[in-house]
T-cell receptor, first 113, second 113 residues
């Protein structure tokens, strides 16, 4: 029944590794997002996809590559992980680009050691 | 100066108290204003969603927007221990901003019995 689901919930890995986070929404929404929440709880947008097309790319290092195989899925692949990548990554979705609010998943807590 | 400023607290109140949470912002293009509640280890959950200036009430929650002062508030009446969470204000511009929300830092609220 979970509307926006992310896997894994926790990810602990070493510097230099490559990892992926998966996101799926069953709300029938057209737009999906990745947000990053740092240790001070600031949430900041990373990417936005509308109907599988990249719409927003917010000055994110190109080590981060989102992929949307269909409008219900948005995955995030991270190459050459760095200590500063440690954060909670949230996937979200919304019905469209207009005034609709965002629905968030429960986050993936990434720890890079 | 951050675009959205929110007092991080923490705020501790007794059960039954009226809670006032506030955010100020600098971008006059913001038109949509939201309050999210985030429980520990969970994703943000939408509480209130308002467009432009005015008040909106939903049960024990009232959201106020004063665009002339660039100030928004969330009031919680008859606060309950289950209201203990981090409250995040968020806002966005109009048009095709594709869900690019700008968040405040969040206020940690504890309601003790």
């Amino acid at each position: 029944d979970t509307a926006v689901s992310q896997t894994p919930k926790y990810l602990v890995t070493q510097m230099g590794n490559d990892k992926s986070i998966k996101c799926e929404q069953n709300l029938g929404h057209d737009t999906m997002y990745w947000y990053k929440q740092d240790s001070k709880k600031f949430l900041k947008i990373m990417f936005s996809y509308n109907n599988k097309e990249l719409i927003i790319n917010e000055t994110v290092p190109n080590r981060f590559s989102p992929k949307s195989p269909d409008k219900a899925h948005l995955n995030l692949h991270i190459n050459s992980l760095e200590l500063g990548d440690s954060a909670v990554y949230f996937c979200a979705s919304s019905p469209g680009e207009g005034s609709s609010p965002l629905h968030f998943g429960n986050g993936t807590r990434l720890t890079v050691t | 100066q951050k675009e959205v400023e929110q007092d991080p607290g923490p705020l501790s109140v007794p059960e039954g108290a009226i809670v006032s949470l506030n955010c100020t912002y600098s971008n006059s293009a913001f038109q949509y204003f939201m309050w999210y509640r985030q429980y520990s280890r969970k994703g943000p959950e939408l509480l209130m969603y308002t467009y432009s200036s005015g008040n909106k009430e939903d049960g024990r929650f009232t959201a106020q927007v004063d665009k002339s002062s660039k100030y928004i508030s969330l009031f919680i009446r008859d606060s309950q221990p289950s209201d203990s969470a981090t409250y995040l204000c968020a806002m966005r511009t109009g048009g095709t901003s594709y869900g690019k929300l700008t968040f405040g830092q969040g206020t940690i609220l504890t309601v003790h019995p």
